[in-house]
């Protein structure tokens, strides 16, 4: 089947740490994105990638890192610098634009 | 400033009834909207987009669009309890090729 498959889905990390989230989709998408959710708000793009080696930040990019070396996986770094990392991270990708295609998400909670 | 509002209720409806979900958006210039549902928990699934004035059905759900006014709503008939959940608006801004300005979303609970 066809999908976003996101992990780890829940992840614990110590203050000064660094923490990959990994994506994978094999929908054959060029789009590639990434958000963040806080409780009781709507998503907020944090990168977004639509071609391979290319990757654009979003509206909150400070404190995170990706990378898009294969169509198929867009990595996401949350970096220490990232102060308020407490999140649900969710990866999509997309073949149109606005229609996307959200993997089940990484909770992240900091210690 | 960007902006997609919704209010964030729980709007509280009985089984049977239509469910009336309401976004209005500050781009005068944005053309494409969808509504997303999301389970607790769960990530954001897409339902409805929309891109014309006007009503666009889709089973139980319809999406309107009013472009002069700035909002867009997504009307649930027969609800169901299953179809409790946050509904989340989203909007392509004129200005973006690949970037949705998300709502915060409203919650409805569907009463059996």
């Known amino acids: 089947d066809g999908g976003i498959t996101q992990s780890p889905k829940y992840l614990f990390r110590k203050e000064g740490q660094n923490v990959t989230l990994s994506c994978e989709q094999n929908?054959?998408?060029?789009?590639m994105y990434w958000y963040r959710q806080d409780p009781g708000q709507g998503l907020r793009l944090i990168y977004y990638?639509?071609?391979?080696?290319?990757?654009q930040k979003g509206d909150i990019a400070e404190g995170y890192s990706v990378s898009r070396e294969k169509k198929e996986s867009f990595p996401l770094t949350v970096t220490s610098a990232q102060k308020n990392p407490t999140a649900f991270y969710l990866c999509a990708s997309s073949i149109g634009i606005g229609e996307l295609f959200f993997g089940e998400g990484s909770r992240l909670t900091v210690l | 400033q960007k902006e997609v509002e919704q209010n964030s209720g729980p709007l509280s409806v009985p089984e049977g009834a239509i469910a009336s979900l309401n976004c209005t958006y500050s781009?005068?210039?944005?053309?494409?909207f969808f509504w997303y549902r999301q389970y607790s928990g769960k990530s954001p699934e897409l339902i409805m987009s929309i891109y014309s004035n006007g009503d666009k059905e889709d089973g139980r759900f319809t999406a309107q669009l009013n472009k002069a006014s700035q909002y867009v709503s997504l009307l649930i008939r027969d609800s169901q309890p299953s179809d409790s959940a946050t509904y989340l608006c989203a909007v392509k801004w004129r200005d973006s090729s690949y970037k949705l300005i998300f709502g915060s979303g409203t919650r409805l609970l569907v009463r059996p």
């Open positions: 929908l054959n998408h060029d789009a």
């Open positions: 990638s639509q071609i391979v080696n290319d990757f």
């Open positions: 781009d005068r210039g944005s053309q494409s």
